[in-house]
């Protein structure tokens, strides 16, 4: 069941690409650590917006295909490769305007299809996140990041855009691309 629906997404996806649709993606996704330590998402999208679809995958170490200065040919690292881990939410709009959560747990009124058990994060492995309107819009919100990206941050910093920020600054970041 998980392969099909996962199966039915890229489909869709792949249809839009054939037709020459495709969305913008834009830094409208925000990852930071929650007082409680639990990664906490902030999606915003454009204006008065909803969300409409999400979705979170999780992805093995990127590949590195020849090993580092003095290290064994041993290091090469395996490619870059889906996990079995992650949700997708999607149906009626799950969200209209700005929402904050934590990563592992969207919340409770979205109707969210969960596979895998992965409820932390784990080093050597890279995460993205992304928002879609309802309907045709014209962008998607997108973050990506690793474990060591948010253990980097200093307090009260979020991660966005591929760097760490304050969360004025990503209000900003958001009203620019907006």
Same mark, same amino acid.
Do not use: N
């Given at each position: 069941?998980?392969?099909?629906?996962?199966?039915?997404?890229?489909?869709?996806?792949?249809?839009? #690409?054939?037709?020459?649709?495709?969305?913008?993606?834009?830094?409208?996704?925000? =990852?930071?650590?929650?007082?409680?330590?639990?990664?906490?998402?902030?999606?915003?999208?454009?204006?008065?917006?909803?969300?409409?679809?999400?979705?979170?995958?999780?992805?093995? !170490? =990127?590949?590195?295909?020849?090993? $580092?200065?003095?290290?064994?040919?041993? !290091?090469?690292?395996?490619?870059?490769? !889906?996990? &079995?881990?992650?949700?997708?939410?999607?149906? +009626? $709009?799950?969200?209209?305007?700005?929402?904050?959560?934590? #990563?592992?747990?969207? $919340?409770?009124?979205?109707?969210? *299809?969960?596979? %895998?058990?992965?409820?932390? #994060?784990? $080093?050597?492995?890279?995460?993205?996140?992304?928002?879609?309107?309802?309907?045709?819009?014209?962008?998607?919100?997108?973050?990506?990041?690793?474990?060591?990206?948010?253990?980097?941050?200093?307090?009260? &910093?979020?991660?966005?855009? %591929? *760097?760490?920020? +304050?969360?004025?600054?990503?209000?900003? #970041?958001?009203?620019?691309?907006?």
């Amino acid at each position: 069941m998980r392969r099909a629906w996962r199966g039915a997404v890229l489909a869709l996806a792949g249809a839009g #690409l054939l037709t020459g649709c495709s969305a913008a993606d834009l830094p409208l996704i925000s =990852v930071g650590i929650g007082a409680d330590g639990t990664p906490q998402v902030t999606m915003a999208p454009c204006g008065d917006d909803a969300i409409g679809t999400a979705d979170f995958f999780v992805h093995e !170490a =990127v590949a590195r295909t020849t090993p $580092p200065p003095g290290a064994p040919q041993a !290091a090469v690292t395996t490619p870059l490769t !889906a996990s &079995e881990e992650g949700w997708m939410a999607g149906g +009626s $709009p799950l969200a209209a305007g700005r929402v904050t959560f934590p #990563l592992f747990s969207p $919340p409770a009124t979205w109707a969210v *299809r969960e596979w %895998g058990a992965e409820r932390s #994060l784990k $080093p050597g492995r890279g995460y993205s996140l992304s928002f879609h309107a309802p309907g045709f819009a014209d962008y998607s919100g997108t973050v990506s990041f690793t474990a060591e990206d948010l253990a980097g941050l200093g307090p009260g &910093e979020v991660w966005a855009d %591929g *760097r760490a920020m +304050s969360p004025k600054k990503f209000r900003k #970041l958001v009203a620019d691309v907006c």
